[in-house]
Every structure is written in structure tokens, then in C-alpha cells.
């Protein structure tokens, strides 16, 4: 009879196996698609230099231009607007459908439009976050997620010789080639631990980020997050210049990144603004602006959030590299790549370990 912790091995090396052979080439090329975007922003500049070749309009230049913006025909089907800034300063909207657009930010001219099914970048942004099939495939790639952080623990379990021999059971070897693969799939694997588990790990929360802060925040005694007021639906057309200045009035020391814009049911404009000391780039603090009279009836600043809050606001700015500069970005781009060449190595420790076995008589 196979004792209890041998069998327990086995299983756990077929699942290792199997599952980083199936959903394991999903999760590669998903990191692979994420190494790529996080330099989506200078790869657009380089393809568009028209775009971050202008002067960067005063606020309300920038208001004048957004009236125009939202007067035109591209106006129909937008959800939301990026402000400009010193970086792209030009107005960059969404549109429902995930097609970007991009407007100047000083006369509301069409610049750009960006066609999600023609874009190379939008295709892999949606691979990366919806494997292209929308909110069934997000929660397919939370499966992934967690398959990968399941991959990982188990690896290093099944790596693990005892403190005595760990370093050592590390060496790689060039021959025979089912030592070569094997040697190098563990080397990689527990050496770049680390860092896998803070990018699959961090990737795991964005595919489950509601509950994973409401969670946070149940686990810290605190509130859930502020949500827009219901407002009656406008009647007439918004005054920007005044929902800017209120706005840049409310939180003089923050910059205005981000503009949702009112629905059909309800007048509330959602400005997205970031304070100091916030990781993401559009920041995470709010104002909540009544479309009528452009008066501040509500928002959260970020930074005063309790360590549930504050921790959840930090793990996208983890994983897209928003923080750390050039060295974060460079190390999480390179780890982006490793679980291909881990399924890669892996592939070929199968594939020489069934060539070494004896033919049956």
C-alpha cells in the first residue's frame, strides 16, 4: 500500500503538471499580453507623437474644449474622459463599446479614434483583462489566476529538499537534457517566487476586485467605499468651466485626472482625482458633482482611508508598475515573461522524461 505523504506527492505533481500544461498556456501568454501593456502609454506616444506634441491648455481653455468635445458626433456612446496632462495633453475618452478617442485639448478637435477590433494595444488590453469574450471571460481568467498561484506554491513545495540542501538542489545542469529542463524550471521558479506571486497574486485581486475590497474593508472594521449620490437626470446642458473650478476648488492640492460622465438616470458627474501620495495614476480619491449647479455634494479622499482601503488602492498600482519607476516596471515586465518560459522548460522536462522511459515489452 502507497503511504499517505507519497501518494499526496503524486497527486499533487500530476496537478502541477496537467494544469500548468492546460490553463498554464493561458496564464503565459495573459503575463506575456501584461508585459507588453505596461508600456502602452509611451508605445501609443511613439505610434501618435501628434498627440504629445501640443501645449497643455489652462483649465478652462481645457473646459471650453470639453463642451466642444461632448457637442460633437463622437460625443454619442462615451462613458468617461481622461483630462489632460503634462504626459498625453490631449482629452482621451472611452467609449462604451472600448474604442478610445482623442480630442485637442484646446479646441475639442478630433485627433485620433482608436477601434478596439483595430488596435493592437485595445486587442491585447482586452485579452489581457476579458480574454476577449467580456465578463465571462474575466471570470475565466480569475480561474487562471488562481490556478498559477496554485502552480507556484505547489512547485515550491514539491522543489523543497530541506534547508540543508536547497541552495544546492538550485544548480543547473546542461545534460542530460531531462536534468537540463528540470533544473532550470526549478531554478526560475522558486528564484522568481517571489515577484510571481506579487504579479499573478496582485492580478488575481483585479479580477475579483469588487469583493476583494469590500473584503478588505469587512476585515479592517471599515466602511465600504463612498458611492455617487443619485441625483436627478439633467434636463439641459452641463456648465464645465464651472464643474472644473468647483472641482479644482474642492481639492486645490489634487490634480484632476478623470471625468465620468452623467447617465441618462442620474445628473452626478464623478471626477476621479489624485492627491498626494496616491500610487495610482488617476488616483483613487473622488468628488461627486451635482450636473445642475456644478455644487460638490460628495467624494472620498483616498489617503484617509484606513489600512484596508489604503491596501486595496495599492494593488493595481503594484501590478501595472504606476509605482517604482523604471526599475519596478523593468523587473515586472521581465516577470511577465517568466511563466512562458516556465511552461516552456516544463514542456520539455515531460518530453524528455517519456523519451527516457523504456519501451514496454
Known amino acids: 500500500m502507497t503511504p499517505r505523504p507519497r501518494r499526496f506527492r503524486s497527486t499533487l505533481k500530476t496537478l502541477h503538471l496537467w ?3 492546460s490553463l498554464g498556456v493561458l496564464l503565459a501568454l495573459v503575463t506575456m499580453s501584461g508585459s507588453v501593456l505596461l508600456w502602452e502609454q509611451p508605445l501609443l506616444v511613439a505610434g501618435h507623437p501628434e498627440l504629445a506634441a501640443r501645449p497643455l491648455p489652462d483649465l478652462a481653455t481645457q473646459a471650453h474644449s470639453l463642451e466642444a468635445v461632448l457637442a460633437s458626433p463622437q460625443a454619442k ?19 462604451r463599446g472600448g474604442d478610445r478617442m482623442y480630442f485637442d485639448a484646446s479646441t475639442g478637435e478630433p485627433l485620433l479614434t482608436r477601434h478596439k477590433s483595430g488596435d493592437g494595444l485595445l486587442t491585447l488590453l482586452d485579452w489581457h483583462t476579458h480574454l476577449l469574450t467580456g465578463e465571462v471571460g474575466e471570470t475565466v481568467l480569475g480561474v487562471v489566476a488562481c490556478t498559477g498561484l496554485f502552480m507556484l506554491f505547489s512547485g515550491a513545495w514539491l522543489y523543497w529538499p530541506g534547508r540543508s540542501r536547497a541552495l544546492k538542489h538550485l544548480k543547473p545542469h546542461a545534460n542530460p537534457p531531462v536534468l537540463r529542463w528540470a533544473s532550470f524550471h526549478r531554478a526560475v521558479g522558486v528564484i522568481a517566487l517571489p515577484l510571481l506571486i506579487v504579479m ?16 478588505l474593508a469587512a476585515a479592517f472594521g ?7 449620490p443619485k441625483i436627478a ?4 446642458p452641463v456648465d464645465w468651466a464651472a464643474v472644473l473650478a468647483a472641482a479644482q476648488a474642492a481639492a486645490p492640492d489634487a490634480e484632476l485626472t478623470r471625468i465620468m460622465l452623467p447617465t441618462k438616470e442620474s445628473g452626478t458627474i464623478v471626477m476621479r482625482v489624485r492627491r498626494a501620495g496616491e500610487w495610482n495614476l488617476a488616483g483613487r480619491s473622488t468628488l461627486f458633482i451635482d450636473g445642475h ?26 501590478h501595472s508598475a504606476a509605482v517604482g519607476g523604471l526599475v519596478w516596471r523593468t523587473v515586472a515586465c521581465i516577470t511577465g515573461l517568466l511563466p512562458m518560459f516556465l511552461l516552456v522548460t516544463g514542456f520539455l522536462f515531460w518530453r524528455a522524461r517519456r523519451r527516457r522511459r523504456p519501451a514496454s515489452p
Open 19 to 21: 494544469l500548468g500544461l
Open 77 to 95: 456612446g462615451l462613458r468617461s474622459l481622461a483630462l489632460p496632462d503634462a504626459e498625453l495633453p490631449v482629452w482621451e475618452a472611452q467609449a
Open 200 to 215: 499573478i497574486g496582485t492580478g488575481t485581486t483585479m479580477a475579483y476586485r469588487g469583493a476583494v475590497r469590500n473584503g
Open 222 to 228: 471599515e466602511h465600504a467605499p463612498a458611492k455617487p
Open 233 to 236: 437626470a439633467l434636463d439641459g
Open 293 to 318: 449647479d456644478a455644487r460638490v455634494v460628495g467624494g472620498e479622499d483616498a489617503t484617509k482611508l484606513g489600512p484596508g482601503g489604503r491596501l486595496a488602492n495599492a494593488l493595481f498600482p503594484i
